[in-house]
């Protein structure tokens, strides 16, 4: 007897709902079902991208899902302020969630926790079995001891004011404020006259977040902004995993055959933590395969998978850079020099394609950490080593 589904995505997160939603548009006739344990897909995030990282084709179909958008950005450290020409925008999970619950219909399943998985079939905790022609875990990240990871931990909060903030941008990164056990900055979106999202992000080395103390550092940096706070309209944190160096081949082996999605399948930025151009190139690829079976699905989303872990070992160079060399509290340094770089460049980093004389002038000059401290950074180049402190 056949399957009853071609496709099941567990998890309804960012990359499985662009996957089941692609497929919507492009391939009707594939019998795909989406289950998510909570009771919406799409959780309680904001995802933001830089238009660029995308192509024209890619912006048009995501299109309907795009909440805001600007025409620039601006960053803030001790020594630099900067206003980039580059357009920026965000996804809000409300309206993921209501386009993906639309389009789906029957197709998705809430408040549906899977048990254990396979390849080819789940097992819901109410005890149900649903097999398909392939299955692809989407649950976010799972710890791995082939990958050594940083994090970026956060709290971000969607403040309505008692007037005008001002801001016609967003701040990607204030890294003027304090610093602690790590790189910290403020991250502020506007989203109207008297309505903004401020976050508290650290990078640290355990993935941690004090959500009361992050709540403190927020209502203090919205103080002195001269902002009043008359309402917090919901609040949303998470820890996003940065990449400094791993075996890519053995935690894909570690998968044994199980096709993944998103942050299970190391589909991210290794700097930034930004999934969402991966999660569309997904979307495409699986969108574009010619069969959805379990076999032909690991391989292709492994290579692709494989493939920006080759085009990122420069981004893990720097991560190690980061969080290895220099004192926590002066890690802001690095990134303060390297937005004082071309604009052109910080916008292939965004993208995740820096040229190789980006890579030199990115490395050349004075160093913002000490060298013995970079050059032992850059050598750590496994977990084991990382682990260790070699």
Not at 5 to 31: C, F, H, K, S
């Amino acid at each position: 007897m056949s399957a009853a589904w071609d496709l099941l995505l567990v998890g309804a997160g960012l990359a499985n709902g662009l996957i089941a939603w692609r497929l919507r548009q492009l391939r009707p006739e594939v019998r795909v079902l989406l289950i998510e344990a909570d009771a919406v897909p799409g959780g309680n995030h904001t995802w933001s991208f830089q238009a660029s990282d995308l192509t024209s084709a890619q912006l048009r179909w995501l299109d309907p899902l795009i909440c805001a958008r600007w025409d620039g950005y601006e960053v803030r450290f001790p020594g630099l302020q900067r206003q980039l020409e580059s357009p920026y925008c965000s996804i809000f999970s409300e309206r993921f969630a209501e386009v993906i619950t639309t389009e789906l219909g029957d197709s998705l399943r809430t408040s549906s926790a899977v048990r254990s998985l396979g390849p080819t079939w789940i097992e819901l905790e109410s005890g149900e079995r649903i097999e398909a022609q392939a299955v692809i875990d989407g649950r976010g990240v799972e710890p791995s001891p082939h990958l050594a990871l940083g994090y970026q931990a956060f709290v971000g909060q969607e403040l309505r004011l008692t007037k005008a903030h001002g801001l016609t941008r967003p701040i990607l990164m204030d890294a003027t404020v304090s610093q602690g056990q790590g790189y910290r900055f403020v991250y502020v979106l506007p989203f109207a006259a008297d309505r903004l999202l401020i976050e508290d992000t650290h990078y640290i080395d355990a993935p941690v977040v004090d959500a009361a103390l992050l709540r403190q550092h927020i209502a203090a940096y919205a103080s002195a902004q001269g902002w009043s706070i008359e309402e917090v309209v919901r609040e949303e944190q998470g820890v996003l995993p940065i990449t400094l160096a791993g075996n890519f081949s053995q935690f894909w082996q570690a998968a044994a055959g199980q096709p993944r999605s998103g942050l299970r399948a190391g589909l991210f930025h290794a700097t930034t933590g930004y999934s969402l151009p991966h999660a569309v190139r997904l979307a495409e690829l699986v969108s574009a395969a010619s069969e959805l079976n379990a076999d032909q699905l690991f391989g292709c989303i492994r290579r692709q998978a494989e493939q920006e872990w080759r085009r990122q070992g420069f981004f893990r160079l720097l991560n190690r850079m980061l969080f290895l060399a220099g004192e926590p509290d002066e890690r802001w340094r690095v990134m303060q020099r390297f937005y004082g770089l071309p604009a052109d460049l910080i916008q292939r980093f965004y993208a995740g394609g820096l040229t190789a004389p980006d890579k030199v002038r990115i490395l050349s000059g004075k160093p913002p950490v000490p060298v013995l401290a970079a050059a032992r950074a850059a050598m750590a180049v496994t977990p084991q080593q990382i682990r260790s402190g070699a």
